[in-house]
């Protein structure tokens, strides 16, 4: 999985891109939210024990994780986005549980726990990028027009050299050429010149006849 092994790393970038700068909005609408909601106890008491449930498995997630039962650790990603779907938790869990389906050869676990993030994600970095993860599955079963519908969607600056790449790889599967080296020449012009995912995608380029 190219999605997962050579860009990981530029997907994390452009998760912390997106923080950068729309974290002091987050921030304001945490407290505002914290405030309007702050006289109502019962409510305040129900989340704080829902976030407190959700920490334990998630912790449990883990614990399986650096056990090396990755199943179990998928089928405990699968319970906390079905019991807690509200928490930060389950947002964590369902791209842990996509990545451990995908080592343990769960292509259909993969997709459920993606296409949750897709629908319920509470902020659009993470909704972004579990459509780009969620894409690379879909070119890996032979589904190109789904996977372009994904990969054009609306999604935020950060992530338009990773969209731009892995649109032409899904073209470049389709036998559209010329289509593709213009998705990878805007993958390169979008990227960092210090970035190694750059020259990956400078050798895909160059296979298709090199860059502008």
């Known amino acids: 999985m190219a999605v997962y092994d050579l860009q990981e790393q530029e997907q994390i970038d452009a998760l912390k891109a997106w923080w950068k700068q729309y974290r002091k909005l987050i921030l304001l609408a945490v407290v505002a939210g914290a405030l309007a909601f702050g006289a109502i106890s019962g409510w305040i008491y129900h989340k704080n024990k829902q976030a407190l449930a959700a920490g334990e498995l998630y912790a449990q997630m883990e614990t399986a994780l650096n056990s090396g039962d ?5 089928d405990i990603a699968a319970t906390l986005t079905a019991e807690y779907p509200r928490t930060g938790y389950a947002m964590l869990a369902a791209l842990v549980g996509a990545r451990v389906a995908v080592d343990i050869g769960d292509a259909a676990g993969a997709q459920a726990r993606l296409r949750w993030l897709t629908d319920n994600a509470a ?5 972004d ?4 993860r969620l894409a690379a599955l879909l070119l890996d079963e032979k589904k190109y027009p789904d996977a372009l519908t994904l990969l054009e969607t609306p999604h935020g600056a950060a992530w338009d050299a990773l969209y731009a790449n892995l649109k032409g790889d899904v073209l470049v599967a389709q036998g559209r050429a010329d289509e593709a080296r213009a998705a990878y ?4 012009d979008k990227s960092s010149a210090q970035n190694a995912f750059r020259a990956l995608v400078r050798a ?9």
């Open 185 to 188: 020449q805007s993958a390169f």
């Open 129 to 132: 990028l579990a459509r780009l």
């Open 70 to 74: 990755k199943s179990r650790a998928r």
């Open 204 to 212: 895909k380029l160059d296979a298709l006849g090199g860059t502008k």
């Open 123 to 127: 902020d659009d970095a993470t909704r």
